[in-house]
C-alpha cells in the first residue's frame, strides 16, 4: 500500500473520531437536560456552541493549513479537543459544558481542512471520488460509533464517564499520526509558490457558481447538523425509543451511509472518466440532496417500525449528495488554495451547525413538537439540489479557472 492510501486512512480514523467527541453530547443530551434541569431552547444553546468556534476559526486554520502543512497543525488540534472532550465529565453546570465545547470547536476546526487538502494535493481531480468518500463515510462512521458505543458507556458507567473514556482513549491516534505522516516543509515550499498566483476575491465573487456552492453548503448543512444534533432526541422524546434503541437506530442510518459513500464515490470516478468530474460529481450530488428529502416521510408516517428505514434512506441520500459536493469543491481548488477555499465553504457550513440546533430548540418549545423541525429540515437539502442545477457544471469551470490563477 503506497504511502497516501497509509495516511487516507489515518485521515479516516482522524474524522471518525472527531465526530465521536463533537457528537457526545447529542446522545447525552437527554441525561444533561434531566441532571441540570435545562429546557430544550437551552440544550439548543448548548448544542450550537461547538459551531460557534468551529465556523469562526476555518478560514484562519484554512490559511494555516496551506501555508505550514496538515502534519503539525492536525496533531495540535487533534490533541486539544481530546482533553476538551474529555474534560466535559468534570462539569458542574451549563457554562462549564460551554466553555468546553467551545474549546472543541475550535480545536476541531483544522480537521476536515487538513483532511481535504491532502486528498487535494495527492489525487488527481478524476480520482478524488472514492477519497473524498472514505474521507465523508469517517462522518458518518463516527456519529454511528459514538451512537452505539456511547449508549453503552452512557447506559452503565452515566454521561460524564463517557466523555471521559471517549476524549482520553482517543490520544493513541497522535504517535501513529506523527509517524505516517511527511513533514511540512514541501507543504510549506507548494504555499509560498503558489501565493503570489493566488485568486483574488473580486474574481471569485463575481462567479454565479460561487454563490451556489455557498447557499449550497448552507442549506445541506442545516439538514445534517440536525441528525446530528436532534434527531438522537426525538428518537427517545417523541418515538418512545430507549437510549439503547436510539443507538441503534442511529448506528444503522450511519453505518449504511458510510458504505453508500464508498460505493456511490468509486462509481463516480467510473463516470468522471467519461462524461467529465463536474459533470458527474454535480449528477449525483443533485439526486443525493433531493433524495434526502425523504425524511419528510416521517410526518405522515406514525409507525415507530418505519422510523429506521426512512431514516436510513434520507441519511444515506444526503451522503451521496456530500460526498460529491466536497469532491467538486476540491476539484475546483488550485493544490495552494485547497485550505482557504474548504475554509471558507466549511465557514458556511458551521452557520448552518450552529443554528440548527438553536433554531430546532425555538421550534420544539417546551411541548417538544418535532414536526416542524422536521419540515423544516427536509426542506433544505431539496433547496440545496437546485442551488447546484442553478450553478450548472460551466459555472464551476470558471470557479476553477479563477482558483487555477
Not at 51 to 66: E, R, S
Not at 91 to 96: L, M
Request: proline content about 4%; aromatic content about 10%.
Amino acid at each position: 500500500m503506497s504511502r497516501r492510501w497509509v495516511v487516507l486512512s489515518l485521515v479516516f480514523f482522524g474524522i471518525v473520531i472527531s465526530y465521536i467527541d463533537r457528537g457526545n453530547l447529542s446522545i447525552a443530551a437527554p441525561s444533561i437536560m434531566r441532571d441540570f434541569s435545562i429546557s430544550p431552547a437551552a440544550m439548543g444553546v448548548l448544542l450550537s456552541a461547538f459551531f460557534w468556534t468551529y465556523g469562526l476559526f476555518q478560514i484562519p486554520a484554512g490559511a494555516l493549513v496551506d501555508r505550514l502543512g496538515i502534519r503539525r497543525a492536525y496533531a495540535g488540534g487533534f490533541l486539544l479537543w481530546s482533553i476538551a472532550s474529555a474534560s466535559i465529565a468534570l462539569s458542574r453546570g451549563r457554562g462549564d459544558i460551554i466553555g468546553m465545547r467551545m474549546v472543541l470547536g475550535f480545536a476541531e476546526s483544522v480537521g476536515p481542512l487538513a483532511s481535504l487538502s491532502f486528498i487535494r494535493n495527492n489525487f488527481a481531480g478524476k480520482d478524488q471520488g472514492l477519497p473524498t468518500s472514505i474521507y465523508i463515510a469517517g462522518q458518518s462512521i463516527g456519529p454511528a460509533l459514538g451512537a452505539l458505543v456511547g449508549t453503552m458507556l452512557l447506559d452503565r458507567f452515566g454521561w460524564r464517564a463517557m466523555f471521559a473514556l471517549t476524549g482520553l482513549g482517543a490520544l493513541v491516534w497522535i504517535p501513529c499520526w506523527l509517524a505516517a505522516t511527511p513533514s511540512d516543509r514541501a507543504a510549506t515550499a507548494r504555499h509560498e509558490e503558489k501565493t503570489a498566483d493566488a485568486w483574488t476575491l473580486s474574481d471569485l465573487t463575481a462567479c454565479r457558481a460561487f454563490w451556489a456552492l455557498s447557499l449550497c453548503s448552507l442549506l445541506a448543512s442545516y439538514y445534517w447538523y440536525f441528525v446530528l444534533t436532534w434527531v438522537p432526541s426525538y428518537l427517545v422524546l417523541s418515538k418512545g425509543f430507549s437510549n439503547l434503541g436510539m443507538g441503534r437506530v442511529i448506528s444503522t442510518g450511519l453505518f449504511s451511509m458510510a458504505a453508500t459513500n464508498v460505493l456511490v464515490g468509486f462509481a463516480a470516478d467510473k463516470l468522471a472518466a467519461r462524461i467529465g468530474v463536474f459533470r458527474a460529481r454535480l449528477s449525483i450530488a443533485v439526486m443525493g440532496y433531493a433524495g434526502t428529502a425523504a425524511i419528510l416521510l416521517l410526518l405522515v408516517l406514525p409507525d415507530q417500525n418505519l422510523v429506521v428505514p426512512v431514516l436510513t434512506f434520507s441519511i444515506c441520500a444526503t451522503g451521496a449528495g456530500n460526498s460529491n459536493y466536497w469532491a467538486i469543491v476540491q476539484h475546483a481548488s488550485s493544490k495552494g488554495t485547497a485550505g482557504r477555499s474548504v475554509g471558507y465553504l466549511n465557514t458556511i457550513s458551521q452557520v448552518a451547525g450552529a443554528a440548527a440546533p438553536v433554531i430546532t430548540g425555538w421550534i420544539l418549545g417546551p411541548q417538544k413538537q418535532f414536526g416542524p423541525a422536521i419540515l423544516v429540515a427536509g426542506v433544505c437539502p431539496v433547496l440545496a439540489a437546485l442551488c447546484l442545477l442553478w450553478s450548472g457544471s460551466g459555472g464551476l469551470d470558471r470557479v476553477k479557472g479563477v482558483l487555477a490563477r
